[in-house]
T-cell receptor, first 113, second 111 residues
Framework: NAGVMQNPRHLVRRRGQEARLRCSPM?????VYWYRQLPEEGLKFMVY????????ESGMPKERFSAEFPKEGPSILRIQQVVRGDSAAYFC???????????FGQGTRLTVV | GQNIDQPTEMTATEGAIVQINCTYQ??????LFWYQQHAGEAPTFLSY????GLEEKGRFSSFLSRSKGYSYLLLKELQMKDSASYLC????????????FGKGTKLSVKP
């Protein structure tokens, strides 16, 4: 049973480009969470999704950031017009139901140059 | 609002015992988690406390006092591979499962 799969592991984008981060949850998990981790900082919640639904996006910046979890395929975190401050590690976690133990992926390290 | 505090760094000796403390202030507390994170890796689940008391799991134990807003993670018989960051995280009632993380405690185990 594969764990939470994130790709790419490393992503380099120039300022103004778009970044797409993908997350495939563990088999049987229908709840996905995205977190951002800045250097020397704790993990910060961004968004919580179930299939085809955004449940809680209270941690998402109001502009340039969006997330989806379609009926088929991985969850996508999309950052438009990236800026240097978006450089961080983005972690995805999944759980079989809300509130249960969440399993984390290896993260995508985004570098904006 | 919510606030989670834990020491930034700790050092301990191989074979010893170390206690990592975490204090929190949050409305509607609904559980506390501890995760281990090696540099550049994913956080991995260690323990979950929702009621007061001690939960033991092998070399790791976690304690919770809800009235004090306090938890600790106890690591026994330290091994070099225990060198990692230890993250304390709180779940709030009604938060639908998302967690509020502290900044983590970086533990270095020396021979």
């Amino acid at each position: 049973n594969a764990g939470v799969m994130q790709n790419p592991r490393h992503l380099v984008r120039r300022r103004g480009q778009e970044a797409r981060l993908r997350c495939s949850p563990m088999k049987g998990h229908s709840h996905v969470y995205w977190y951002r981790q800045l250097p020397e900082e704790g993990l910060k919640f961004m968004v919580y999704l179930q299939k085809e639904n955004i449940i809680d996006e209270s941690g998402m910046p109001k502009e340039r950031f969006s997330a989806e979890f379609p009926k088929e395929g991985p969850s996508i975190l999309r950052i438009q017009q990236v800026v240097r401050g978006d450089s961080a590690a983005y972690f995805c976690a999944s759980s079989p139901q809300g509130g249960a133990e969440a399993f984390f992926g290896q993260g995508t390290r985004l570098t904006v140059v | 609002g919510q606030n989670i505090d834990q020491p930034t760094e700790m050092t301990a000796t191989e074979g010893a015992i170390v206690q990592i403390n975490c204090t929190y202030q949050t409305s509607g507390f609904n559980g506390l988690f501890w995760y281990q994170q090696h540099a550049g890796e994913a956080p991995t689940f260690l323990s979950y406390n929702v009621l007061d008391g001690l939960e033991e799991k092998g070399r790791f134990s976690s304690f919770l006092s809800r009235s004090k807003g306090y938890s600790y993670l106890l690591l026994k018989e330290l091994q070099m591979k225990d060198s990692a960051s230890y993250l304390c995280a709180v779940r709030r009632r009604g938060s639908q499962g998302n967690l509020i993380f502290g900044k983590g405690t970086k533990l270095s185990v020396k021979p």
